[in-house]
């Protein structure tokens, strides 16, 4: 896979192609388990299926290029060639102007083009769209049609109190596009585990089955054990949902989840980021945020500021499938044989702040922590008319302060 990704979101593959390129992917996995002493030939073998695979991957990038052609190209030519005939059609009966003739009745149930119902064009137009249908891969909460949130300071910006703890701030009215309060909004900071923000919505941009299943591995597990990340809680051998990755990545904030999602999206973690990235430069953010892994461990490379963190929010609320992740207080994942009943996973902050007077409602929200950027922060809430702001603050001396800024802020500014 390039540097810069592959974006599967609407891509149309056959149930054989998605095994294939799984199965060669678990293969993979199977020989890396093996002892250092395989042989050649296991060597060769691995590199083949490797080879295979980008193959593959390749392919699935060209079929997407020309299911973005056929949209862009042939469906707008078949409205506007429909449009025409329909035009022409009307034109021709005021020029005829024939009282007597029998009047033209249609099929409500095709009404296609607003052709006459069994005509060579209805039927014409009704298969070329029943051809077209099957290319539309529908992913998770769809594709928003909302621009990326855009906000500015003016003279009524304020600047964060002082008896706020957080050190970095700022909050938005979203239907405004303006920032009311702020202080060093554009300053880069570690965002720590909020990047899983952007993990859930990449993911769920490429993704159409929840009920789909990956196996948590060693590696999975050992990646976010060795740099001390939280876990939802998942075990080595475990088969779980793609529905409770989505829920144990943002919830408990899970290294494990957040991990398993990327393996399962695009293979490696490496692949997946490059898909983050790919998505930071469509929300015009690249020239300040930077993303090395999913999870929010801290690397010098792996970088952004709360301005860019509040937009990132907007993308993901935008998207159905992710909001309500983000809005969940608790959840149950599946019972499987690892987890008899379950785990009980929560959203602390959502949990929280609802007992505090915020002057409204908190309906999202993500939190995070390293060293480099202490407690940290993010959530979308909505006044008593169902107005939106979001809120990001970085640095506070715990994370139940954190909770009390961001109740603090949605006071002062909401109505």
């Not at 209805?122 to 906000?151: C, F, H, I, K, M």
Request: net charge negative.
């Amino acid at each position: 896979m390039s540097s810069k990704g592959e974006e599967f979101g609407s891509i149309s593959l056959s149930a054989e192609e998605i095994a294939a390129v799984l199965a060669d992917t678990y293969y993979d996995a199977d020989l890396i388990r093996q002892d250092s002493g395989e042989d050649a030939e296991a060597e060769r073998e691995r590199e083949v299926r490797s080879a295979r695979r980008r193959q593959r991957m390749k392919e699935m990038r060209r079929r997407k290029k020309q299911q973005e052609l056929i949209r862009k190209l042939v469906i707008p030519a078949i409205i506007v060639l429909a449009a025409g005939i329909l035009l022409i059609g009307k034109r021709i009966a005021v020029l005829l102007k024939r009282p007597a003739a029998p009047e033209i009745t249609y099929d409500s149930s095709l009404n296609v083009a607003g052709c006459e119902l069994g005509s060579q064009i209805a039927v014409r137009l009704q298969d070329t769209l029943e051809e077209l249908n099957p290319l539309t891969v529908r992913t998770l909460g769809g594709t928003s049609s909302q621009p990326p949130l855009r906000a500015v300071a003016d003279e009524q910006t304020k600047v964060l109190s002082d008896e706020l703890v957080s050190t970095n701030g700022v909050f938005i009215d979203v239907a405004a596009g303006k920032i009311l309060a702020q202080k060093d909004a554009q300053m880069r900071i570690a965002p720590a585990s909020m990047t899983k923000i952007l993990t859930v919505l990449v993911a769920a941009e490429h993704i159409t089955d929840l009920e789909d299943t990956v196996e948590i591995t060693r590696e999975i597990t050992d990646y976010g054990y060795s740099r001390g990340c939280s876990s939802a809680g998942f075990e080595i051998g475990e088969t779980v949902t793609i529905r409770d990755l989505f829920y144990g990545t943002v919830l408990p904030s899970g290294a494990d989840a957040a991990l398993a999602l990327a393996v399962y999206v695009s293979g490696s973690q490496e692949a997946f980021v490059a898909l983050m990235n790919e998505k930071i430069d469509a929300l015009g953010l690249s020239e300040t945020t930077h993303f090395t892994n999913c999870v929010g461990v801290h690397e010098d490379a792996h970088y952004s500021t709360v301005y860019d963190i509040a937009v990132i929010l907007k993308a993901a609320a935008d998207n159905s499938f992710c909001r309500e992740v983000l809005g969940t207080r608790r959840y149950t994942t599946s019972v499987t044989e690892k987890h008899e009943e379950g785990l009980n996973l929560s959203n602390l902050f959502l949990r929280r702040i609802e007992d505090k007077d915020t002057h409204g409602e908190v309906l999202c929200a993500k939190t995070g922590f390293v060293d480099q950027s202490g407690n940290c922060a993010a959530s979308l809430g909505i006044d008593k008319n169902g107005k939106e702001y979001i809120c990001v603050t970085v640095n506070a001396l715990n994370k139940w302060r954190c909770i009390e800024d961001h109740a603090a802020l949605y006071q002062q500014f909401l109505p």
